[in-house]
Nanobody, 115 residues
Framework: QVQLVESGGGLVQPGGSLRLSCAAS????????MGWHRQTPGKQRQLVAT???????NYADSVKGRFTISRDNVQKTVYLQMDSLKPEDTAVYYC?????????WGQGTQVTVSS
């Protein structure tokens, strides 16, 4: 059974930092591309950051220079370090795992940026 379990969300003030984690089980983690997406009520889920099995990264323009995605293939975990957070970063953040023909999502973790 495949599971992606996110953690690390919460309430933070503007300018603050959070680190999200996504622990994977039931997949051969090292061969999967991993990513983070986010969604706010009434809007489509949007890509935040991705990291390939080889470690190449890609970011949405809105988070470049502020967010960093990384992975630990031994711990089977992908991270999203979020710095200089803004109120517009408020959303539910979802972990994603993808490989040819296969795609899995976590249950999401809420991030709220507010003073």
């Amino acid at each position: 059974q495949v599971q992606l379990v996110e953690s690390g969300g919460g309430l933070v003030q503007p300018g603050g930092s959070l680190r999200l984690s996504c622990a994977a089980s039931g997949i051969r983690f090292s061969i999967y591309g991993m990513g983070w997406h986010r969604q706010t009520p009434g809007k489509q889920r949007q890509l935040v950051a991705t990291i390939t099995s080889g470690g190449s990264t890609n970011y949405a323009d809105s988070v470049k220079g502020r967010f960093t995605i990384s992975r630990d293939n031994v711990q089977k975990t992908v991270y999203l370090q979020m710095d200089s957070l803004k109120p517009e970063d408020t959303a539910v953040y979802y972990c994603y795992a993808g490989y040819v023909g296969y795609a899995y999502w976590g249950q999401g973790t809420q991030v709220t940026v507010s003073s």
